[in-house]
């Protein structure tokens, strides 16, 4: 079983940047690097999105076109960390952000929630007028 805890959420103004970490324990040592790992969001009232995600090398991303130009995701498979740097960032990216684990090894494209099975705890990010 893998664990997976968000870092790196807090209170930021409009335009302003954050990054978000995902760090992966547990029986991670022979899985992590197999798999594609995912940010989601979700805001108060609203269903969990999808943000971006990362394939399991690194050499493929792909992004919700809300985020796409200012958002990055990326991986550091020897550190089994996944990362989400946030720029120009808007009051409507106000939500907290999972990060989650494909519930498949070398599987690229899953977007939906249910398509990934390991979920972190979220941390919240707050953009201010």
């Known amino acids: 079983q893998v664990q997976l805890v968000e870092s790196g959420g807090g209170l930021v103004q409009a335009g302003g940047s954050l990054r978000l970490s995902c760090a992966a324990s547990?029986?991670?040592?022979?899985?992590?690097?197999?798999?594609?790992m995912g940010w989601f969001r979700q805001a108060p009232g609203k269903a969990r999105e999808f943000v971006a995600g990362i394939m399991w090398s690194g050499s493929s991303t792909a992004y919700a076109d809300s985020v796409k130009g200012r958002f990055t995701i990326s991986r550091d498979n020897a550190k089994n960390t996944v990362y989400l740097q946030m720029n120009s960032l808007k009051p409507e990216d106000t939500a907290v952000y999972y990060c989650?684990?494909?519930?498949?090894?070398?599987?690229?494209?899953?977007?939906?929630?249910?398509?990934?099975?390991?979920w972190g705890q979220g941390t919240q990010v707050t953009v201010s007028l």
């Open positions: 989650a684990r494909d519930n498949f090894p070398v599987r690229w494209g899953p977007t939906r929630v249910a398509d990934f099975g390991s």
């Open positions: 547990g029986r991670t040592f022979t899985t992590f690097s197999s798999y594609t």
